[in-house]
């Protein structure tokens, strides 16, 4: 088995043929097949089954895609960090946000590390899910990830600082006139939620219970944006980190009582390198304490 081979099936599995894999690798389409048959013959698995929309992984060949993920991702940090200089740092790190998290510190720190690393690339995205996030960071797939901090927190993990909580509501809404909404005011409202999967709608149903109130759910959306927008057009009411609110939003967006936030944390895979030991400083020297300015 070769590394070329898993960069195939992993373009093979996302594009769902081999013909688009071809010409995102920009290879010629009978070296995919050819090497797809090779790596199967090897395996003596059968890694795709062919479906009325397209090439899918089996059960065998997901589990066999997770590891060469895996591979794909040591190995370029391996190129990464062969490359590396004094002053200079090429390669691709893969960082993770738990969604709603860092969304104001993300950018400073980002150019940051572009200017200095300008051939060092970052891939950036965000997932519900902080058990996932550990989990992929634990199997190298990610070389960051950000999250909030839990129970199941690694000990190893790195404090950054606290998200602290907004409510958004719609326009009108009688509570704008408050600068700190009491929650048990918002006895009956509709809320827009999360993904039940989501940590955000873990955060939403513990405070709500907390303060003695059943959430009416509205809708459930998969991004802090589309919550803010919807709950700004009256659907319902949200709750976000504040950072997470988007420009022009903001004088809809008001801290809540009891205040709620949650600590910040970033874990870095084992053997960290320079690329993502670099990143985690410039996080740590934005601003993390306190909300973001709602008016």
């Known amino acids: 088995m070769s590394l070329r081979q898993f960069e195939y099936a992993l373009a093979v599995a996302e594009?769902?043929?081999?013909?688009?894999?071809?010409?995102?690798?920009?290879?010629?389409?009978?070296?995919?097949?050819?090497?797809?048959?090779?790596?199967e013959r090897e395996l003596g698995v059968e890694l795709f089954a062919r479906t009325p929309t397209g090439l899918v992984a089996t059960?065998?060949?997901?589990?066999?895609?997770?590891?060469?993920?895996?591979?794909?991702?040591?190995?370029?940090?391996?190129?990464?960090?062969?490359?590396?200089?004094?002053?200079?740092?090429?390669?691709?790190?893969?960082?993770?946000?738990?969604?709603?998290?860092?969304?104001?510190?993300?950018?400073?720190?980002?150019?940051?590390?572009?200017?200095?690393?300008?051939?060092?690339?970052?891939?950036?995205?965000?997932?519900?899910?902080?058990?996932e996030l550990e989990r992929l960071c634990r199997r190298g797939v990610l070389d960051l990830a950000l999250m909030a901090a839990c129970e199941r927190s690694p000990s190893d993990a790195h404090r950054l600082g606290d998200e602290e909580f907004v409510v958004v509501l719609g326009p009108g809404h009688r509570q704008l006139?408050?600068?700190?909404?009491?929650?048990?005011?918002?006895?009956?409202?509709?809320?827009?939620?999360?993904?039940?999967?989501?940590?955000?709608?873990?955060?939403?149903?513990?405070?709500l219970r907390d303060n003695g109130l059943t959430p009416a759910t509205a809708a459930r959306v998969s991004q802090t944006a589309t919550a803010v927008r919807w709950a700004a057009h009256g659907l319902g009411a949200t709750l976000v980190p504040a950072s997470a609110v988007p420009h022009g939003h903001e004088h809809l967006a008001r801290p809540v009582f009891p205040a709620?936030?949650?600590?910040?944390?970033?874990?870095?895979?084992?053997?960290?390198?320079?690329?993502?030991t670099a990143l985690l400083d410039l996080l740590r020297g934005e601003s993390w304490t306190g909300p973001a300015s709602l008016r």
């Open 59 to 131: 059960v065998v060949g997901r589990a066999f895609l997770r590891e060469a993920e895996a591979a794909v991702s040591a190995a370029r940090r391996a190129k990464a960090t062969a490359r590396a200089g004094a002053d200079e740092l090429a390669g691709e790190l893969v960082v993770a946000a738990q969604m709603g998290f860092g969304t104001r510190q993300w950018p400073g720190a980002l150019d940051a590390l572009r200017r200095r690393y300008p051939r060092l690339e970052v891939t950036v995205f965000e997932e519900p899910s902080s058990a």
């Open 177 to 207: 006139t408050a600068d700190r909404v009491d929650l048990r005011e918002l006895a009956g409202e509709a809320w827009v939620r999360f993904d039940r999967d989501s940590a955000l709608d873990g955060v939403l149903l513990s405070v």
């Open 15 to 39: 594009e769902g043929s081999v013909t688009a894999a071809a010409e995102r690798l920009r290879v010629a389409q009978p070296s995919v097949s050819q090497q797809i048959r090779g790596l």
């Open 260 to 276: 709620v936030s949650q600590p910040v944390i970033a874990v870095l895979r084992q053997g960290a390198g320079p690329g993502e």
